[in-house]
Every structure is written in structure tokens, then in C-alpha cells.
């Protein structure tokens, strides 16, 4: 199901001191365990502004997806989410001030276009004094659709369609590419699409094709990946999604501080109140800064793996462009990891669910002072000159006179190479242990077909960047040695393989090795450490066996090849109750929703291919084609109708499913209602 809500114009809002006032709207889909909340633009003295803005929003009924999953539109009863809106006047040097509100309760809505004009109300309706009329009024437009979802029989084609857009040269002629060029000022195309690459496993080489098409167009140096590009776009919403938890256990701890225990930070003269202490604010606001600074950049470990291989392939291919710039391959990822990531969600914790509500003006500044710092300590590992010319305010600019540069460039490219290696990149770390602890490893017996004790032996290990060693005694010298560019996959082992809890195995290059650790801790910080040190190998395995190879076949899938492929998607890099639950259907039932309202401009598009490849003079008229990126005209009109076909296909069957369930449905139920008017 997707909201989407347009903000008209509002009339007659109040004067402030006698003089029209600066309003703006936030819009928000509120309910027990949400608050989404979006933002229109100020509008400049006027009580009759027009935004003329439109917000999308996504809601999801319980039964869409699995519980506790990362990678899912958080569950909600839909019948306890409103839409609210809230009128402010825009306070500049002072608060803002609340100018009035309206609540609509989705399941009041239906399934069609909503319009309407509504008396703002006071706060909660608290002031019981005030007129309605007082506040002014709203006029709005809300449309709620819900999607129903066909058999996946019927998916099939769309979808091996849009999975092959990263194989399509050029990528532009691709059903991917071709879906964000007709959404293009949408986002209700990328997110779909970005969840069915991800559930496919194949969003890492979609994401380098349109990047690496974008980067040919791209001149500047310093403006690379910085406009809202498919890749910008495609990059933001994998971060949110296989991110999240990556915030939690990062900035979570922080904020909560922030938040529940404020301290004063503002540093603006034109803020400061009387009898504020500016040296104190400094000094709260640098305390603030260099924690989430520091949590930030001791965090790669809990950095996502996919998330680290689209930082790899955005590096790798940002060199090769601008070969002559040392510093782009920082710049080319800081940009993603800092402004449009950490940045982003300090400053709005609560659409991250890292905080339950919007926090209070107060802090909310706070969290904007430290946002902007983040930003640009963030930067200065990507460029060698100074940062402190492009502040905009003064004040800024002498705060971050207490800071050493070049002592927070190393801090932050050394972080970058963590969470972006590519694969030349030496390991930052060389001999110093990450472990050391003691285990039991199972030797293997080729052709036995029973374990027993003695196929296990107590073994000391440990663990550096370069290598996984094994000895007989602490401190000996080691008895066996695995590089850890040869390190394939690090998983856990099911119980039932040995009998043996807190086992996992290490896949690499030569064999397995099977560990049992000596409880869950260790097994999990093994893991973990494994993971990271090996997270950037170029062949690590997408998938593994759970269990053990004994008597001639795989225990989990009774695979008789020692040799074939997994049976379980890889888990390294997230954690191990976290996985990827997406359902494909759902989201390509989205997508040919997105081409069918479009199906215009995918005829438009599809006329401006046949135009270039008819005419090879001058074209008819540059806007029948100048709104699309169209480099081959025959590849792209081939797609496009495969494209127009399916949708049409698709169209037929979705007539046939409503034609059914209406005439299926009981009369006088939800689905067949009783209509009429009551005199």
C-alpha cells in the first residue's frame, strides 16, 4: 500500500506581531511505533501560501513480510496511522511557532483520491477558547492505493527483465534504467526496485553500471556523485535499508544522550541569548562532535558488507576515471558515508528509529550544529586543502579553529579504507593480534565415515590482518597458516553437524576449517573479526552449507558433490539474526505499477527511439526526446516494448482479479459496500 499526499495552499493564516508570517508544513504519517516526517519549503510573508508540494509515504499490512527482518517496511496496524499535518511559522533567530494542525486517520481515506479544504486546528485541540476559524485553512489532496498482489507466476517476465538490466549494454537501454528515467522526479520506482535487486543479490552491479555511465559524463572532480543521480538515489536507499542496523548500534547510544541529558551548543551570535556562555556552548558542542566523530569512524567493523562492496566499486571506479587525483577516491565515498548517511540521520534520528519522536527545537539545533561538523570532518579526508574557506557562517568556521586537520584527515581516510578497500589496498593493521583465545578445531579424515573425539584437537589461534594462524601451545610457533585473502566465507555451523554448539567454520581456498569455540561470545566475536578482515575479498562466496559433508553428502541439502554450490545465502558482514526477508513479488507488483501510471511516457520515450534511429538529419523537436537518455536508440526501443508488453499483459490480468472479487464479494462487504445516501 503507498500514501502519497499533495500540499496544496493554505488561507488565512494568522498575523505574527501584526505582519504576515513565514510558514511551513511538516507532514507526517504518525502511529504507535512511526513517525515519518517530511518538510515543504518556507514560504516568505504571506498568510496564503501556496506549496504545491507532494510527499510519498509507505505503509505496509502485517502479513507483507517476515518479522525481524532487516531488510522490510517496519509492521503496523494501518488502522491506528494518520496523516497529520502541522502549519509553523519559519522563527529565523528565534522558535518557531505553531500555527495550527489537522489529523485524518488513514483508514477514513478508501482507496481513491481525497481532496478537500480543513480548518486547522490549535495543538491537540487543547484551547478550548480558540476559534477554528482563527488558524486559517488547508486545502489538500491524498491519494492511498493498495496494491494487490498476483501469484508470482504471473511476475516472471517483469522480473527477469528488470534482474538482466545490469548485463544490458549500455545500461541506459535497460528496464531499470529505463523505469527511473519515466519516475525520474519520483521516488516511488527507486525503492522497489532497489529491494528486488537486493533480494537477487544483484543490486552491487547495477549500481556500478549506472555509476560508472554517470562518472563518463562527469568532468569536475569535485562534483562527482553530488546531484541526485540514479546512482545517488540507489546508493541512499541501500543505506537505509541494509543500514539500519548499522545506526542503531553505532549512533544510537549517543543520541540517547543528546536527547535525554541536552546540553547548551548554540555558538551563533545571533542566537545567543542573554547571559549565555559562548566558551561553555564550544566546549559542549565540541564534547559532542568528537564522540559521534569518534563513534563514527571505530565503527567499520559493524559496517555492512554489501554496504562496503558499493563503497568499493564507487572508489575503484572514481580512481580510474580521475587517475591524476590522489584524493577522489576518498571524496568519490566520504560524500555517501558522511553527509548522505551519518549526517542525515543525526539530524533526524526519529525517521531511523533511532529515537521514538522528533526531538524539541532545542535539541533538534543541537543535532543540526553537530550534522554540520560531522559533514565536514567527514570531507576533509577526501580534500587536502583547508575546509575552514567554505563555511558559510562565521561562527562555524572559528569552531572549527579547535580542531587539528591533518590529525582528522588520517582518522578519516584510514576509516574509509576500512569500510572501501579495494583489492590493492594493503591491510591497515599487520601484526598486531585481534585475537587470541583458545578452541577445538576438527581435523578432517578423508574417508571416514564416523567422528569421534579424536578427529578434534585443542588448538591455540590467532588473528591478525594478514593472516589466521593455528599452534599446539600458546605462543609456539604455528602449526598451519591461512591468508586472509584466501578466507571465502565465515559462517556459522549447525549443531546437528557434530553435536557440538558454538561451532563455525572458516571457508577458504584450500579446505574448511571447522572451529568450536568455547561459548557464544567467543563464537560470535570470531566471526565478526573473521568477517571484517576478509570482508573485502574478491571471491568471497555468496553461498555456504550450513552443515557438514559426512558420509558421501551435505547433512542440509543431502547434496552428494562435495563440490556444489551452497544452499544458504551468506550471512557475513550482518548480523546473524538479521536477514534478507524481501518479497519479490510485492515489489515488482510495485514496479509495474510505476510503468503502468507511465505508460505515456514509456509511448513517448518509445517514439523518440524510432524518431533517432528514422532520422538521421535533424530530429523533430527536441522535447519529444530531450527528457530521456536515450544512447542507443534500438536496444532501447526493444526493451521498451517488452517493457509495454508485459505491462499490458499484467494490465489484463489485474481486470480479471477485480472483476472477480467483486462479483465474489458478499454484498454489503468491504470489498462490496452498500452505497447510498441516507435522507
Known sequence: ???????????????????????????????????????TKVKKKTSNPQFNETF???????????????????????EKLEVRIDL????????????????????????????????????????????????GSLRLNINYAEDYVLPSGYYGSLRDLLLKSSEVEPISASAAYILAEVCREKYDGILPLVRLLLHHHKLVQFVTAVAELELKETQEVNTIFRGNSLTTRCVDEMMKIVGKHYLKVTLKPILDEICENPKSCEIDPLKLKEGDNVEMHKENLRYYVDKVFSTIVQSSISCPTLMCDVLCSLRRLAAERFPNDPHVQYSAVSSFVF?????VAVVSPHIFHLRPHHPDSQTSRTLTLISKAIQTLGSWGSLSKSKLSSFKET?????????QEEEYIEIVKKFLDEVSSTESKEPSVTNEPLH????????????RTRIGKKNFKKRWFCLTSRELTYHKQQDKEPIFTIPVKNILGVEKLNESSFNRKNMFQVIHVENLLYVQANNCVEASEWIEALCRVSRCNPKRLKFYHPSAFLNGNWLCCKATSENTVGCMPCT???????????????????????????????????EACGSIAVYQGPRKEPDDYSNFK??????????????????????????????????????????????????
Request: glycine residues 6%.
Open 1 to 39: 500500500m503507498t500514501g502519497l499526499s499533495v500540499l496544496k495552499e493554505c488561507h488565512g493564516l494568522p498575523l505574527i506581531n501584526g505582519q504576515n508570517c513565514d510558514p511551513y508544513a511538516t507532514v507526517s504519517v504518525v502511529g504507535p511505533s512511526r513517525n515519518d516526517q517530511k518538510k
Open 56 to 78: 510519498y509515504f509507505e505503509v505496509t499490512r502485517s502479513s507483507s513480510y517476515t518479522k525481524k527482518s532487516q531488510f522490510q517496511v517496519e509492521e503496523e496496524d494501518i
Open 88 to 135: 509553523w511559522n519559519n522563527g529565523n533567530l528565534v522558535q518557531d511557532l505553531f500555527l495550527g494542525e489537522i489529523k485524518i486517520p488513514i483508514k477514513a481515506l478508501g482507496s481513491d483520491t481525497f481532496q478537500a479544504w480543513y480548518l486547522l486546528q490549535p495543538k491537540d485541540n487543547g484551547n478550548k477558547s480558540a476559534k477554528s476559524e482563527d488558524h
Open 339 to 343: 553527509l548522505r548517511f551519518f549526517a
Open 395 to 403: 561562527f562555524m568556521c572559528e569552531f572549527f579553529k579547535m580542531f
Open 436 to 447: 587470541l583465545k583458545e578452541g577445538e578445531m576438527f581435523k578432517r579424515a578423508q574417508g
Open 572 to 606: 557475513a558482514g550482518i548480523p546473524a539474526d538479521i536477514q534478507i526477508k524481501i518479497d519479490g513479488d510485492r515489489e515488482t507488483e510495485r514496479i509495474y505499477s510505476v510503468f503502468a501510471i507511465n505508460m505515456p511516457k514509456l509511448q513517448k520515450m518509445q
Open 630 to 679: 536515450i544512447e542507443d536508440s534500438v536496444a532501447t526501443f526493444q526493451t521498451l516494448q517488452q517493457i509495454i508488453s508485459i505491462v499490458e499483459q499484467l494490465d489484463i490480468h489485474h481486470d480479471k482479479y477485480r472483476e472477480k472479487r467483486s462479483s465474489s464479494a458478499k454484498y454489503g462487504s468491504e470489498e462490496n459496500p452498500i452505497v447510498g445516501k441516507i435522507s
